[in-house]
């Protein structure tokens, strides 16, 4: 029962000292003839930053030809990773075109 107390301080001190860098999101996008005119980078979520989460989280987004996403779908990826890149994704705008695209993307977060 003594030891609780010292594992309790000592993993509060571990905690307090190493604290997290800033996590990132990178994205790729992948090989379209349709080009992205507007990124938006999606936020790490802090309870993934709390987990020391990192992951992929790959999406569908539907185009309109006006370039603005009418509509995401996801393709795989930790739950607590897809909302934030769902939210970034509805914010990017691609070059207009004749008509609507499918276009995949994927984004690599990293604590």
Same mark, same amino acid.
């Given at each position: 029962?003594?030891?609780f107390?010292?594992?309790?301080?000592?993993?509060? %001190?571990?905690?307090?000292t190493?604290?997290?860098? =800033? /996590?990132? @999101?990178? +994205?790729?996008?992948?090989?379209?003839?349709? &080009? %992205?005119?507007?990124k938006?980078?999606p936020?790490? =979520? /802090?309870? @993934?930053? +709390?987990?020391?989460?990192?992951?992929?989280? &790959?999406?569908?987004?539907?185009?309109?030809?006006?370039?603005s996403?009418? @509509?995401?779908?996801?393709?795989?990826?930790?739950?607590?990773?897809?909302?934030s890149?769902?939210?970034?994704?509805?914010?990017?705008?691609?070059?207009?075109?004749?008509?609507?695209?499918?276009e995949q993307?994927?984004?690599r977060?990293?604590?």
């Amino acid at each position: 029962m003594k030891r609780f107390p010292r594992l309790l301080v000592l993993l509060s %001190v571990l905690l307090f000292t190493f604290q997290p860098g =800033p /996590a990132t @999101a990178q +994205s790729d996008e992948s090989t379209s003839d349709r &080009k %992205v005119v507007t990124k938006v980078v999606p936020s790490y =979520p /802090a309870i @993934a930053r +709390s987990m020391n989460l990192s992951g992929t989280v &790959k999406l569908e987004a539907l185009v309109l030809a006006n370039g603005s996403v009418k @509509a995401v779908q996801v393709k795989g990826g930790n739950p607590l990773l897809v909302q934030s890149a769902q939210r970034a994704v509805q914010d990017w705008k691609w070059e207009k075109a004749e008509h609507e695209s499918t276009e995949q993307v994927e984004f690599r977060f990293h604590p």
